[in-house]
């Protein structure tokens, strides 16, 4: 985010794939943690698998750069 000139408080929209419901909790726990103070739109949805066998957890952010945070 910072390379690219933007913050964490830029982020709108979250996308998290999990190959185990099991991990809801868990997960969703520690987003929060990064994410405190921030509150984007967010989708989590269970998948058989993700790109490499060894991934239990798939993230996608969309974030938006202010003014202020590209000066």
Do not use: F
Not at 41 to 59: C, D, H, K, N
Request: hydrophobic share 45%; with cysteine.
């Amino acid at each position: 985010m910072r390379e690219a000139g933007g913050e964490l408080a830029g982020i709108v929209k979250v996308t998290i794939c999990q190959v185990d419901p099991r991990y809801r909790e868990t997960v969703y726990r520690v987003i929060g943690r990064w994410l405190k103070g921030v509150h984007p739109v967010s989708t989590g949805i269970v998948v058989s698998a993700l790109a490499r066998p060894e991934w239990l957890v798939e993230i996608d952010a969309i974030a938006v750069r202010t003014a202020q945070a590209a000066s």
